[in-house]
């Protein structure tokens, strides 16, 4: 039989459309307990590589007759291997095309909205990272919001809908991924925005990006107002665009909330967090769509593949937001926090300009899930 590549983009409709794939992953156990590929219907099988060195006989019986295997590794070489073997065995057997490095990487644009002068919103699905970007279009101009490294998705996008990149935000200065944002803006001419606050260590020129700022996108009156929105870091603004939709970077998600300690101040922030969710948010319309920065489980993905909620909805279903107690409220925020993102502190550092990684070291940096909620 003839061993087939499946990209990421095909395994990413597969977890979209809940379709049934059962996964050979043959990285080692810590590797594939810390991070994998996920889906609603997917099966797995964790055997590492090292182990089948001399055939795949012994583990014959544990894969599926009947259903699709794909094989997994980290850059794609063992998983061809692999492959091979069960081909020869008779299986039907695919591998993935460059590993958890290419699922890493892969975005998929998801269209989350249409705007009220007939221009889109666009939500760029980090399959495999569980980040979200975002691309606000009107009249032929766009807004990039919380771009990931990987810049020509963005770019090629933008083309292919004959729009052009005026205006690029971050959220806030991220820890968990290394921003596209500044490349963007050197590549377009646009204009790159952060938070003041949040960039008093930046090396690099931007817009200083503040509470009641209003940017038009188009020549329309499609307007982002920046609202003030700390506790994840001290500069973090949330988005209101077209009075709609309300981009919340790593402040709100939609099953948990922002954690607060990425820049060691846990203690510190967590009484903003908590101003800025049961105060701020609480003053805005209820019909306000969140799209957030992040997801933490694949349950949140709608059945377009979107991530989406009302505000209201998340006022009534998140945990996070609905801990009266102060007290509990900062125990849950200090004592829940999941491990610290992957090579954090250097992520900083390169988003702030301090060092320049090459594309290896960059990828590298960013392997494993994201981890910026509280748990």
């Not at 609603?40 to 599926?64: A, Q, R, S, W």
């Not at 591998?95 to 939500?123: C, R, T």
């Not at 607060?260 to 908590?274: I, T």
């Not at 800025?276 to 920065?293: C, G, H, N, Q």
């Amino acid at each position: 039989m003839t061993v087939k590549v499946m990209t990421s983009k095909e395994v990413t409709k597969k977890v979209f459309n809940k379709e049934e794939l059962f996964i050979l992953d043959v990285r080692n156990e810590s590797d594939f307990n810390d991070w994998k590929i996920e889906g609603e219907n997917f099966e797995y099988l964790n055997v590492p590589y090292f182990e089948l060195l001399d055939g795949v006989e012994e583990i014959m019986e544990k894969l599926p007759a009947d259903k699709e295997v794909l094989v997994v590794c980290a850059k794609e070489g063992s998983s061809v291997m692999v492959a091979d073997m069960l081909s020869e065995a008779g299986l039907t057997v695919s591998y993935l095309k460059g590993g958890m490095k290419a699922w890493s990487e892969h975005l998929e644009p998801v269209k989350a909205g249409s705007l009220n002068d007939g221009g889109e919103i666009y939500q760029f699905v980090r399959i495999g990272k569980g980040c979200l970007s975002y691309m606000v279009v009107s009249n032929g101009e766009a807004a990039l919001i919380d771009a990931t490294r990987m810049t020509d998705i963005y770019l090629d996008f933008a083309e292919s809908i004959g729009a052009k990149i005026t205006h690029v935000f971050d959220t806030h200065l991220h820890a968990d991924h290394i921003s596209g944002g500044r490349t963007i803006a050197e590549k377009t001419g646009a204009a790159y925005w952060i938070s003041p606050k949040d960039a008093t260590e930046v090396t690099f020129d931007y817009q200083p990006l503040e509470d009641g700022n209003d940017v038009k996108i188009g020549d329309t009156i499609i307007n982002i107002h920046a609202l003030y929105s700390p506790g994840h870091t001290i500069g973090s603004t949330s988005f209101v665009v077209d009075e709609k939709f309300l981009l919340s970077g790593d402040i709100l998600f939609i099953d948990s909330i922002g954690r607060p300690d990425l820049a060691g101040k846990a203690e510190d922030w967590v009484g903003d967090l908590r101003e800025t969710l049961y105060k701020r948010y609480r003053e805005l319309s209820e019909e306000l769509i969140v799209l957030p920065a992040h997801f933490m489980i694949i349950d949140e993905l709608n059945d377009d593949g979107s991530v989406a909620e009302k505000l209201g909805t998340l006022f009534k279903k998140n945990h996070g937001l609905n801990i009266k107690d102060e007290d509990e409220f900062r125990k849950m925020v200090t004592e829940n926090l999941p491990p610290q993102p992957n090579a954090y502190q250097e992520i900083r550092q390169t988003n702030m300009g301090k060092i320049n990684p090459d594309i290896d070291q960059q990828r590298e940096m960013e392997i494993g899930p994201n981890r910026c909620a509280v748990r």
